[in-house]
């Protein structure tokens, strides 16, 4: 079974860093596209940044320049590194990554972790 685990989220000041890392784990042949998105109490869960399994990256226009998204290959994992925090970064952030398992490599699946509060605040 394949997990995703976020960690890194808390609680900063405006104008602050974080940095999220989300780690898949599990019986896992390839990991294609991964992706962080964020919802806002109130608000649909949109896209923050992705990245491919080649290094091509994208990201909402409310972020760029601000966020950067990484992975490292080799340890299953994709990061987030968020600087400049607004107060309207304030959101749970969820992992998701589109996934291939060892016994259904033809066929990979989107997986979704529980996600992690980040709060911007003074």
């Known amino acids: 079974q394949v997990q995703l685990v976020e960690s890194g989220g808390g609680l900063v000041q405006p104008g602050g860093s974080l940095r999220l890392s989300c780690a898949a784990s599990?019986?896992?042949?390839?990991?294609?596209?991964m992706n962080w998105y964020r919802q806002a109490p109130g608000k649909r869960r949109e896209l923050v940044a992705g990245?491919?399994?080649?290094?091509?990256?994208r990201y909402a226009n409310s972020v760029k320049g601000r966020f950067t998204i990484s992975r490292d290959n080799a340890k299953n994992t994709v990061y987030l590194q968020m600087n400049s925090l607004k107060p309207e970064d304030t959101a749970v952030y969820y992992c998701?990554?589109?996934?291939?398992?060892?016994?259904?490599?033809?066929?990979?699946?989107?997986?979704w972790g529980r996600g992690t509060q980040v709060t911007v605040s003074s």
């Open positions: 998701n990554a589109d996934i291939a398992e060892d016994n259904s490599w033809w066929a990979p699946n989107d997986y």
């Open positions: 599990g019986s896992i042949f390839s990991i294609n596209a």
């Open positions: 990245i491919t399994s080649t290094g091509s990256t």
